[in-house]
C-alpha cells in the first residue's frame, strides 16, 4: 500500500495491508510535526509533493527494501498539505517473518524515502517561514551526487 | 521548436509566482538548456539551479537528456519529506 493523501494517515489500514499469514513481525515508524528545529519554534508543516512520481518513488523503495532483506510486506503513507504540532506526515511500515529484518528494513526505508521521493515541507513559525531543503535526489544511471 | 510544459514545486513555485508555466526551446534542446533559459528567464531562480533536478516522464534525468515537443518537466529542489527526524 502506497499513499500519498492530505487526509490525516491511519497506521491500523498500513499495518494490516503489510501483515501477511507468514509474517511474525511488523515494524511501524511515525513520522511525526515536531515543536521546534534548529533552535526556532514551529507552527506547523506544510507539505507539497509531485504525488504521481512520489508513489512511483515509493514503490521503489519497497522493490530496493525487498531486494535488500527478507520482508513479507512493506508499505508507506505520506501526508500533503498543512499538518499539525503531534500529528503523523509519514508512516512506514515493513513485516517479516522475523523481527530483524522488519527493523532493518523499516529504517533503510525511511532513509530512502527521505532521499529520492518528491516530498517538500516548509516550516512555518510565527516570524516567518521557510521551504526545507533536504537531499538532492540521485539520477538513475548516474553516480550519486556528491 | 520544442515546446516543453514545466511544473514548479515548494519554494520555486514561490519564487516564480506560477505552479505550471511553458517555455519553447529550439529543437534538440537538452535538459541543461532549459535550466541555462530557466536561469535567464527568472535571475531569482539561479540560486536553486546547482541543487535543482528535472524530471521527465515521472524519472529523474542528466542535464544531457534531450526534450521532446509537448514534454512534461518538474523542477525538482532538494526533497525533504518525512520528519525533522534526521
Redesign the interface.
Known amino acids: 500500500m502506497f499513499v500519498i493523501t492530505e487526509q490525516p494517515l491511519d497506521p491500523a489500514e498500513l499495518v494490516e495491508a503489510v501483515r501477511q499469514d507468514e509474517s511474525g513481525a511488523v515494524a511501524l515508524f511515525y513520522?511525526?510535526?515536531?515543536n521546534e528545529?534548529m533552535g526556532r519554534a514551529v507552527q506547523h508543516l506544510e507539505?507539497?509533493?509531485?504525488p504521481?512520481?512520489?508513489l512511483?518513488k515509493m514503490r521503489e523503495v519497497a522493490d530496493e527494501v525487498r531486494a535488500r532483506f527478507p520482508v513479507t510486506g512493506v508499505g508507506v503513507m505520506?501526508r500533503t498539505g498543512r499538518v499539525e504540532i503531534g500529528e503523523t506526515?509519514?508512516l512506514v511500515a515493513v513485516s517479516s517473518a522475523h523481527r530483524a529484518a522488519s527493523f532493518e528494513a523499516c529504517h533503510y526505508a525511511?532513509d530512502r524515502?527521505?532521499?529520492?521521493?518528491?516530498?517538500?515541507?516548509?516550516?512555518v513559525w510565527e516570524d516567518g517561514e521557510e521551504?526545507?531543503?533536504?537531499?538532492?535526489?540521485?539520477?538513475?544511471?548516474?553516480p550519486p551526487p556528491a | 521548436m520544442t515546446t516543453v510544459s514545466i511544473?514548479l514545486?515548494?519554494?520555486l513555485?514561490?519564487l516564480i509566482g506560477a505552479r505550471d508555466i511553458s517555455m519553447e526551446l529550439p529543437a534538440g534542446a537538452t535538459v541543461g538548456a532549459l535550466r541555462e533559459r530557466l536561469g535567464e528567464l527568472y535571475p531569482a531562480v539561479q540560486a536553486f539551479l546547482p541543487?535543482l533536478?528535472c524530471?521527465v516522464d515521472?524519472?529523474?534525468?542528466?542535464p544531457e537528456h534531450v526534450l521532446r515537443d509537448g514534454d512534461h518537466v518538474?523542477l525538482?529542489?532538494?526533497?525533504?519529506?518525512?520528519?525533522?527526524?534526521?
Open positions: 513520522g511525526v510535526v515536531r528545529n507539505y507539497d509533493a509531485y504521481e512520481m512520489a512511483k505520506h506526515s509519514l525511511v524515502i527521505k532521499q529520492i521521493v518528491p516530498v517538500w515541507k516548509k516550516e521551504w526545507i531543503e533536504g537531499h538532492v535526489p540521485e539520477i538513475p544511471g548516474t | 511544473r514545486y515548494a519554494g513555485q514561490g541543487t533536478v524530471a515521472e524519472e529523474y534525468v542528466a518538474a525538482i529542489p532538494p526533497v525533504s519529506g518525512g520528519c525533522a527526524c534526521s
